[in-house]
């Protein structure tokens, strides 16, 4: 299966709440690579690798987050996979 890249980022009530937490878990779960870090803005960033089908699935999740979270926005955009990632982290934030 061809790969593609997801960009997200996550408006709302979505830092202090274990959405980080959230996004590492379902993305290994699908088995997605890539990475997701708190903003200064008060958002969340994901960019993430993998089949389509298992993207969706991710942004379809990010939309819900965590029982504690409150998601108002999720600005997305798909581009070419980059082969760069192997593992899906969190990084600092930024």
Do not use: C
């Not at 593609?4 to 088995?31: D, I, N, S, W």
């Amino acid at each position: 299966m061809e790969q593609e890249q997801l960009y997200a980022k996550v408006m709302g009530r979505v830092q202090g709440v274990g959405y980080r937490f959230f996004v590492m878990e379902t993305a290994q779960q699908l088995g997605i690579s890539g990475w997701v870090r708190n903003r200064w803005d008060d958002s969340v960033e994901v960019l993430a690798e993998g089949e389509r089908e298992k993207l969706e699935k991710l942004l379809s999740a990010l939309h819900t987050g965590p029982r504690m979270a409150h998601v108002i926005q999720v600005q997305y955009d798909w581009v070419p996979a980059s082969g760069a990632f192997h593992s899906f982290q969190a990084r600092s934030t930024e």
